[in-house]
C-alpha cells in the first residue's frame, strides 16, 4: 500500500497510472434488518450505518478474509428474506438465533482489530481447518488456512494508509548515521527519504505505534549504505 501512496504522489516515468495497475478496496458492513452484508467494495459512498473498512491493496486477499469471517459471523444470511438453504446453513451453524445487531457487532470487534474478537474468528476457523483435514478434505482445509491468513492481513496494523484524514506530519526513525522520514499528507504517507545523521544511539520520533515499524526500516536502510558498490 506504501508503494501505491507514493506512486500516486510522484506519478515516475515508468509507471504513469495513479497508484500503479492495483486497485484499492474496502470492506463494507451494512448492518441493514432487510439487507444486511458483509462484501468488498471498490467505492467509498457513505450510506447510513453503513461502516467502511481499509482501504486494502489485494482483493484476492480481502475477499478471502471476508469468506472466513462469514462462514464465522455469517451476517448475510442472516436477514428476514432467507432462503430456507440460507435458514439450513444457520442452524448447522448454531447461529439460527443470531441476530443481526449481535453479528454486525461481533464483525465490527473483529475489524477494529479487538484481540479477544480477532482471536476467537480464528480459532473458530483453525477448528474447522483441523476438522477439515482430518476428514481428509484436503482442499477445503487449504482453502480455510488461506481465509486464516487471509484474516490475519486484515487486521494487521496499517501504517502506511489510513481511511480518514490524520493531519499532516512527518515521523522518523534512525540508528548508526542513518535517519528514514516518512512524510504523512491527509493520513498517508506521499514522501520517503533518508538522511546522514550524528545521533549516538538508535531511536524515533513519531506518534506511539510507529517505533517498531520506523527502526526496522532505518536498520534495512543503514544495511544498504553499508553495502559496497561498484
Given amino acids: 500500500m506504501g508503494r501505491t501512496n507514493l506512486l500516486e504522489r510522484s506519478l515516475p516515468p515508468w509507471n504513469r497510472i495513479p497508484g500503479g495497475l492495483e486497485t484499492p478496496v474496502r470492506i463494507r458492513l451494512d448492518p441493514s434488518p432487510d439487507a444486511p452484508a458483509l462484501d468488498v467494495v471498490h467505492d ?38 432467507r432462503t430456507p438453504c440460507e435458514r439450513e446453513l444457520a442452524r448447522v451453524r448454531g447461529l439460527e438465533d443470531t441476530s443481526v445487531p449481535e453479528l454486525a457487532a461481533a464483525l465490527t470487534a473483529v475489524l477494529d482489530r479487538e484481540p479477544g474478537a480477532v482471536a476467537a474468528v480464528l480459532a473458530a476457523l483453525a477448528a474447522r ?87 526496522r526500516n532505518a536498520e534495512l536502510a543503514a544495511r544498504l549504505v553499508a553495502v559496497p558498490v561498484g
Wanted: proline share 6%.
Fill in 129 to 215: 481447518r483441523d476438522a477439515a483435514a482430518r476428514a481428509q478434505a484436503y482442499e477445503a482445509a487449504a482453502r480455510l488456512q488461506e481465509e486464516i491468513e487471509a484474516v490475519e492481513w486484515v487486521v494487521a496494523p496499517q501504517r502506511v494508509t489510513a481511511s480518514g484524514p490524520e493531519g499532516d506530519r512527518d515521523v522518523t526513525g534512525w540508528t548508526g548515521d542513518v535517519l528514514v522520514r516518512l512524510r504523512i499528507r491527509g493520513g498517508r504517507v506521499r514522501g520517503w527519504d533518508q538522511e546522514t545523521c550524528t545521533r549516538g544511539s538508535s531511536g524515533t520520533r513519531a506518534p506511539a505505534g510507529w517505533a517498531t515499524f520506523l527502526r
Fill in 44 to 81: 467509498r459512498r457513505p450510506a447510513p450505518g453503513v461502516r467502511l473498512f481499509g482501504p486494502y491493496l489485494g482483493s484476492r486477499k480481502v475477499r478471502s478474509a471476508v469468506s472466513g469471517l462469514g462462514r464465522v459471523h455469517p451476517l448475510g444470511h442472516a436477514g428476514p428474506a
